[in-house]
Every structure is written in C-alpha cells, then in structure tokens.
T-cell receptor
Framework: SQKIEQNSEALNIQEGKTATLTCNYTNYSPAYLQWYRQDPGRGPVFLLLIRENEKEKRKERLKVTFDTTLKQSLFHITASQPADSATYLCALVYNSGNTPLVFGKGTRLSVIA | EAGVAQSPRYKIIEKRQSVAFWCNPISGHATLYWYQQILGQGPKLLIQFQNNGVVDDSQLPKDRFSAERLKGVDSTLKIQPAKLEDSAVYLC?????????????FGSGTRLTVV
C-alpha cells in the first residue's frame, strides 16, 4: 500500500539556522507533491507544490526538492524565525487526475530564539 | 477572498449520539473534500466531491458516516451513531479543480469529542 513517512516527529533548531524536513514515500509514482503548514487549532495552509519533472522550487525563504529516484522530498526554511514554529505536512497526489491528496503525519518544528 | 467556513468549531457528544458538520467552500471551487485528523496524525480523506457528485468515498465508514453536497456548494458530514474513536478534527477543504494543482484551502475544522 502507499505510504508517506515524515521521518522526524519533532525538530528543534536555533533561530537563524536552516531547518530541513524530510518526506519519503513508497509505492507511489506521484504526479506532484505539496507542503503545508499547520498551526495548533487551525487547518493546514498550502505552501508549495513541486511536480514530478521538477527538481527544485523556491518561494521566499522556502525551498523544496524532489528526488523521484530516492522517492524523497526535502523542505528547507532558511534564516528560520520563531514565527516559523508549526507542524509541516507533506502530501502527495499520485495521479494527475482525480485522486485526492494523501498526507504524511507531519513534523513539528520549533525554532528557538 | 473569504476562506472555507466550517461550523461548529467544537462539539462534544456522547457515544451513540448523532452529529452533523457544515462546510461552505470558497466560491467557484468545484472540488470539496472532508478529511479526518486524529491527534498527532496527518489528515485522512473521508470523501471527495466534484460539484455535487462523489468522486472518492472509499475510506468513508458508510455504516455510520454520510455526506452530501447539495447544489454543488455547501456540504454536510454526518455521523450516526458516533463511537469513541470518532473523536478527531474534521477538516473541510476545497480546490479549484480535481487536480488540486494550486493547493487545497482548508477550513479551521470542527473538533469532535465523543465521551
């Protein structure tokens, strides 16, 4: 069966450092992968999408990479700030048609001042 | 642009009672999703609508859960009868199309506690 793993449940880093979160998947040939941010008591908020034929995507301090050989995506936040503290969810669509997003468990990031 | 509206925000019921959740998606979004998120887990799809038709309900426990999207706009999700393991946050999301290439927009969810 399809499986998405976000390796760390929690990650603590110092302010100003780069946070790197990992998303691994098995048995998928995803059409694309998305990253979401979720704050306590709120719904997930869409951050970035990367397609299977793209290696890297950037948006301000965020960078996502997608390695279909390793079946892995890395999500980087550069110059991290305490306001970046949240849970980050990786999600896949494995068919470019009607199939909905399948989410990982998420990684809880804490940026310490 | 208004976001995805959900109500109520919180609900506490006893097991075997029934409960209903309401969702109003972003105007013009054809696709609507209901996800269940148990504490410490990622969201799990319950049902996907395209306009007022069901696209995927393979993970919906149909013996107790039902959902409808009349007129292709608002949607309701019902649980009858509720079990303790239904305690979770129920998230509604919408997207412009079924491919979701611009991302999903989620509501803040309804936190259900079954006691």
């Amino acid at each position: 069966s399809q499986k998405i793993e976000q390796n760390s449940e929690a990650l603590n880093i110092q302010e100003g450092k780069t946070a790197t979160l990992t998303c691994n998947y098995t048995n998928y040939s995803p059409a694309y992968l998305q990253w979401y941010r979720q704050d306590p008591g709120r719904g997930p908020v869409f951050l970035l999408l990367i397609r299977e034929n793209e290696k890297e995507k950037r948006k301000e301090r965020l960078k996502v990479t997608f390695d279909t050989t390793l079946k892995q995506s890395l999500f980087h936040i550069t110059a991290s700030q305490p306001a970046d503290s949240a849970t980050y969810l990786c999600a896949l669509v494995y068919n470019s048609g009607n199939t909905p997003l399948v989410f990982g468990k998420g990684t809880r990031l804490s940026v310490i001042a | 642009e208004a976001g995805v509206a959900q109500s109520p925000r919180y609900k506490i019921i006893e097991k075997r009672q029934s409960v209903a959740f309401w969702c109003n998606p972003i105007s013009g979004h054809a696709t609507l999703y209901w996800y269940q998120q148990i504490l410490g887990q990622g969201p799990k799809l319950l049902i996907q609508f395209q306009n007022n038709g069901v696209v995927d309900d393979s993970q919906l426990p149909k013996d107790r859960f039902s959902a409808e999207r009349l007129k292709g706009v608002d949607s309701t999700l019902k649980i009858q009868p509720a079990k303790l393991e239904d305690s979770a946050v129920y998230l509604c999301a919408s997207s412009l199309d079924t491919a979701g290439g611009d991302g999903y927009t989620f509501g803040s969810g309804t936190r259900l506690t079954v006691v």
